[in-house]
């Protein structure tokens, strides 16, 4: 299972590092993949961390293309960090809720 959670670790990093250079198709699939392999793992405080940080991570790519269709990512992003109590997850979150004038 360790094999799984390091590619969808590095499927979530290569995700941000091309949301950053502006390939938002390549980051978005990235995303895809680590959803996948993480939603196929048993429930366990390592995978729900690393699901935080990819919807929070995907709802940020979305977000910055100005598609609306992010909010199913940033309702479970922020339903995951609640849940893992992760502080960089829920620093996000909240970061990502400002907006919406939403309190973590």
Do not use: K
């Not at 366990?44 to 940080?53: G, K, P, Q």
């Amino acid at each position: 299972m360790r094999p799984a959670y390091l590619t969808a670790a590095r499927n979530l990093q290569l995700g941000r590092e091309w949301a950053v250079e502006g390939d938002q198709a390549r980051a978005l699939e990235a995303y895809e993949d680590a959803l996948t392999i993480l939603t196929a793992l048993p429930p366990e405080r390592t995978r729900d961390v690393l699901l935080a940080h990819t919807h929070l991570a995907f709802y940020q790519t979305l977000a910055l293309a100005g598609a609306d269709a992010g909010q199913q990512h940033l309702h479970l992003g922020v339903s995951y960090a609640r849940s893992t109590r992760d502080p960089l997850a829920r620093a996000i979150a909240e970061e990502c809720l400002s907006g919406l004038d939403v309190v973590l």
